[in-house]
C-alpha cells in the first residue's frame, strides 16, 4: 500500500504552486546525522557524485564537509535513489539536513511511491521526521516522514487554508 495516494497530494507536487524545487530538511540534525545519510547512500548503492563547486570530488567524512570554511566552494552530493529521480544534499548547516528535488520528476504515483520511500529510509535512519516545505518557505511543511508514523504523511492543506 502507498503511504500517500497521488491524488490526494499532487497539488503539493504542482511545480507552478510549490516551486520547482522544494526544500527538504531534517532539522535538529548534528555531524554524527549527516554522516549516517552517507553511510545509508554508500549501503544502499544509489549512484551518487560529490562535488565543491565544479570540482567532482570522492564522497568525504561528513565532519569534513561540515568544517570547510564559509567562503569555500559551495558543496553538494547529488543521489539517484532510481534513474529517473535526483535529490541533491547541500551541505549549509550542520544542524539541518537539506536537500532538494525536482519536482518535475516526481508526478504520478509511482515516482510519488520512490519519494516516499527515500524519505523514510533516512527518517528511519536518523529516527527523526524529513519535511517538505514549498521552495524558500522555511517552517511551513507540508509533506513529511514522521517517525512515529513510520510513513509519508501530508502535513499541509491541499486547498491553501
Known sequence: ???LLWDDVSCFFDPDLM???PDLRVPDASAEDWQTVLDLVEARGWKCR??????VLPV?????VLSRPADAECADLRVWPTADVLVIFRFH????IDFDVDLR???GQERLDVFCGFLREIGRRLGKPVLMDPEGDHGHPVLGFEVVAVRGVGLGDPEGG
Open 60 to 64: 568525504p567524512r561528513a565532519e569534513r
Open 105 to 107: 520528476e516526481l508526478q
Open 93 to 96: 548547516d550542520e544542524a539541518v
Open 1 to 3: 500500500m502507498a503511504d
Open 50 to 55: 560529490y562535488s565543491e563547486g565544479e570540482t
Open 19 to 21: 516551486g520547482s524545487l
